[in-house]
């Protein structure tokens, strides 16, 4: 198996940090818990090496180590990455109107913002039918299976889309979007409109309304979408989720009488 760190900088960290970062970025959402014997085969660190280090990271705090050998990230790390600007200022901005857009429809309710060629979510609201959504904070999701996805994607540029499709578009659920053609069509169709209607591509049997949330520099920094059994009808949904976007970019700096994204 590959180093972690080898996939990020394309060569084996010598560093003592550089090892401690690979540590680290071996552990993801498909296995946030890891035995030593796994982060050994995922940074090709040498076993001593690999314990040393571990042991270091559960004494700060950045993992912790559970039943049986295996680790998971510690809540130290959680605190110090709750820390970064762009996602406190993003989550404060937009939880009000995500808490209104929650309450007015009684579905959950996402905050989504691009991480390289992923979509990650910062925030997820609860409402009173959850159905199954496959989210959680943290989490992140293929830019091109999705509502808010496709509504970063939209707004990246070309040169981002050439690399999401590059990359492969491979099905996640009934309605993803896997023909190049066809995604490059449904991006135009969210810079046209504004929003981004979405039917079971990311989940079986869901469907969501994304819009974006736009900063002070007409700057599209996220995705708000509320999330729906894929059985209702989504129109109804639009003008809710445009109003809550319109608010959290408001409460960014956004001035009403500019024209951004998604507010003409």
């Given at each position: 198996?590959t180093?972690?760190?080898?996939?990020?900088?394309?060569?084996?960290?010598r560093?003592?940090?550089?090892?401690?970062?690979?540590?680290?970025?071996a552990?993801?959402?498909?296995s946030?818990?890891?035995?030593?014997?796994?982060?050994?085969?995922?940074t090709?660190?040498p076993?001593?090496?690999?314990?040393?280090?571990?042991?270091?990271?559960v004494?700060?705090?950045?993992?912790e180590?559970?039943?049986?050998?295996?680790y998971r990230?510690?809540?130290?790390?959680?605190?110090?990455?709750a820390?970064?600007?762009?996602?406190r200022t993003?989550?404060?901005a937009?939880l009000?109107?995500?808490?209104?857009l929650?309450?007015a429809?009684?579905?959950?309710?996402?905050?989504?913002?691009l991480?390289g060629h992923?979509?990650?979510?910062?925030?997820?609201?609860?409402?009173q039918?959850?159905?199954?959504?496959?989210s959680?904070?943290?989490r992140?999701?293929?830019?091109?299976?999705?509502?808010p996805?496709?509504?970063?994607?939209?707004?990246?540029?070309?040169?981002?889309v050439?690399q999401?499709l590059?990359?492969?578009?491979?099905?996640l659920?009934p309605?993803t979007?896997?023909?190049?053609?066809?995604?490059?069509?449904?991006?135009?169709?969210?810079r046209?409109?504004?929003?981004?209607l979405?039917?079971?591509?990311?989940?079986e049997?869901?469907a969501?309304?994304?819009t974006?949330?736009?900063d002070a520099t007409?700057?599209?920094?996220?995705s708000?979408?509320?999330?729906?059994?894929?059985?209702?009808?989504?129109?109804?949904?639009?003008?809710?989720?445009?109003?809550?976007?319109?608010a959290?970019?408001r409460?960014?700096?956004?001035?009403d009488d500019?024209?951004?994204?998604g507010?003409?």
């Open positions: 198996m180093s972690a760190m080898e996939d990020i900088a394309g060569a084996p960290p560093s003592v940090l550089g090892r401690a970062l690979g540590v680290l970025a552990f993801s959402d498909a946030p818990e890891l035995a030593l014997g796994d982060i050994v085969a995922a090709s660190l076993p001593a090496t690999a314990h040393r280090i571990v042991a270091e990271l004494a700060w705090g950045a993992l180590r559970i039943g049986r050998g295996r990230i510690g809540m130290r790390l959680w605190r110090v990455g820390l970064a600007p762009t996602a993003l989550r404060e937009a009000p109107a995500m808490q209104d929650a309450a429809t009684g579905h959950v309710v996402h905050l989504v913002v991480d992923r979509a990650l979510f910062v925030e997820r609201l609860a409402g039918e959850n159905g199954t959504v496959r959680r904070v943290g992140d999701m293929p830019l091109h299976a999705s509502g996805g496709k509504v970063l994607l939209a707004h990246a540029g070309p040169a981002l050439d999401v590059a990359r492969g578009l491979p099905r659920a309605g979007i896997t023909d190049p053609a066809a995604l490059r069509e449904a991006l135009d169709v969210v046209r409109t504004g929003y981004c979405s039917h079971e591509e990311m989940t049997g869901m969501s309304v994304a974006p949330v736009v007409d700057r599209v920094v996220a708000l979408a509320v999330v729906v059994p894929a059985s209702n009808p989504l129109p109804p949904f639009v003008p809710a989720a445009r109003m809550a976007a319109t959290a970019s409460r960014l700096g956004r001035r500019r024209q951004g994204p507010f003409h």
